[in-house]
């Protein structure tokens, strides 16, 4: 934690990281700017933002559907972002260990802001705070979609032809 | 005669049936009902992990009521629980205890259990009373949504009113990294009979688990 920069293991890990990065799903730790400034893209892509966490059921159980769409909609600029609220501490105890099991090929991050309410309204004022939660939303097309509630598959592709 | 009475029992159950299920499909996509800051709140009676029934009327000589819906299972329940029972110890002796409900559907998390509710209860020594709202109705007419979701009442005169809805304070993770005491505050606020300064605040949390319509 003090010199991380000088640990041998650290150099160790960064090396393998960068052998494998385009075969092992990685899950990088993000502060809220990092969300914001998705948030704030005006390119022609519909983002995703699904808020889950490995010990939360219905989170878990609906991710295979939003595998499901990224691969569908590969071909199309739809950008799906898997946003993890596990315990920072437990990023690779769990939440790597989990993404790689599950084989997610969608982005994930594990979004590391403790004051939640400084940005649950940020991503939607009708979140009450409770996961799952999806944000869909085009700021070229100025459409946005917010769901605080479990999504499969056949609903995600029908909210998704509001926004291609 | 007879006939026509059951047909028309029948239908009227039907119809109720039909729009009650209408109504709560509608419901889990609306935005949180339940009550607002300044709503008086409807007493209650739920079983308490000691087999008593707890209700509001038993607070009558307190100056107020910090509502917690919590339960077992849910990681920022956890993560609070020393932060709840550090509340109680605090603002018990003040006039404002803690009540603790669980809402979840037990189906659901085996963990969230009575059984379950009482272990936890008494292997972490809770002076507080740790309520089952089995049928949800409680967690339903507050508009709690997931756990902890804390409700802080002021006692007017018999009348216990909402003062704050939200979260505990600003760091899940980490309590020794928390610069906002979202309860403490109202709570203080509240006992000194001012206003409450900050009194809705969001949070990340594990949603209560519905049971099925």
Not at chain 2, 137 to 164: C, E, I, S
């Amino acid at each position: 934690m003090i010199k991380p920069f000088f640990s041998p293991g650290l150099w160790v890990l960064t090396f393998l990281m960068a052998s494998f990065g385009g075969f092992a799903q990685t899950v990088e730790m993000v502060k809220w700017p990092r969300v914001a400034q998705i948030l704030r893209q005006s390119s022609d892509t519909t983002y995703i933002l699904n808020f889950w966490a490995t010990w939360c059921k219905p989170c878990v159980a609906e991710l295979p559907h939003f595998e499901q769409i990224g691969q569908e909609f590969a071909n199309k600029k739809v950008k799906i972002v898997l946003i993890s609220t596990d315990f920072a501490k437990e990023i690779n105890s769990r939440v790597v260990p989990f993404v790689q099991k599950q084989k997610l090929k969608n982005t994930v991050w594990l979004l590391n802001e403790p004051d939640a309410n400084a940005w649950i309204d940020k991503i939607s004022p009708k979140w009450s705070g409770a996961i799952p939660a999806t944000l869909i939303f085009n700021n070229k097309r100025r459409k946005k979609s917010f769901f605080e509630q479990t999504l499969d598959s056949p609903r995600l592709r029908q909210e998704l032809t509001d926004f291609l | 005669m007879k006939n026509k009475f059951w047909t028309a029992l029948t239908i009227v159950l039907a119809l109720g049936t039909a729009v009650t299920l209408i109504f709560r499909q509608k419901n889990a996509e609306a935005s949180p009902a339940g009550y607002a800051i300044g709503a008086v709140v409807a007493d209650f009676s739920l079983k308490n992990v000691d087999g008593n029934a707890v209700s509001l009327a038993n607070y009558k000589d307190k100056k107020g009521v910090i509502v917690v819906f919590t339960c077992n299972h849910c990681p920022f329940a956890k993560a609070y629980e020393d932060r709840i029972m550090a509340l109680d110890k605090k603002y018990s002796s003040l006039g404002m205890p803690v009540v603790a409900i669980n809402a979840n559907d037990a189906s659901e998390y085996e963990e969230d259990s009575f059984d379950n509710m009482k272990k936890r209860a008494r292997d972490k020594g809770y002076s507080f009373p740790y309520l089952h709202d089995e049928t949800q109705a409680v967690a339903k007419a507050f508009g709690a949504m997931r756990t902890p979701h804390v409700f802080m009442l002021r006692n007017d005169g018999g009348k216990f009113t909402v003062q704050y809805i939200g979260t505990i304070d600003d760091n899940y993770q980490d309590a020794s990294g928390v610069t906002k005491r979202y309860v403490e505050d109202a709570a203080n606020n509240i006992l000194a009979g001012k206003p409450v300064v900050v009194n809705q605040t969001k949070a990340i949390g594990c949603a209560i688990s519905w049971k099925e319509a």
